[in-house]
């Protein structure tokens, strides 16, 4: 058989297999996290990452309250905070946790830069920010990176 007439169904396939095969060997050894495997296998979570442009550097010690919508209004579920590098220790929501429907993320932007003496007026100009999306597959990870000064934000869905 000549190198040309490979069926490509059967090498993608066995790719796919050797692939899988090497992780489920790796995961119990710490090559591959818990997390990792849980996303491969189409589990679903929730993650963020905090970037202070003010400062250039992701700092600890932002509080984020996360909230659900529940007829009409939003229900707190967790407050969390970030740690050194602008993400929380764990994922905001693990996979059993997650659900379809529209969330909040409360910044407290206010408290995070008093809390290093940052020179801003009183009142500052952004205080506490929601931000606001829809989950509507719990089966998809959902990462919300968050860009934010103390006179602008933006956030996107990440990968």
Known sequence: ??????????????LIIGAASIRSLLEGTGFVSTAAAQEAAGGGRLT???????????????????????????RLLKTVSTVQGGRTEAPVLEADELQVGRYELLLHLDEYFEGFGADLPEPPFLGKVPIRFGVFDAGQRFHVPILFNPWNYSYYRGS
């Open 48 to 74: 963020l990452h905090a970037i202070d442009t003010y400062s250039g550097q992701t700092r600890p010690d932002l509080r984020i309250d996360l909230s659900i919508m529940e007829n009409g209004a939003f």
């Open 1 to 14: 058989m000549s190198i040309l007439n490979i069926d490509r169904r059967k090498v993608i396939v066995g």
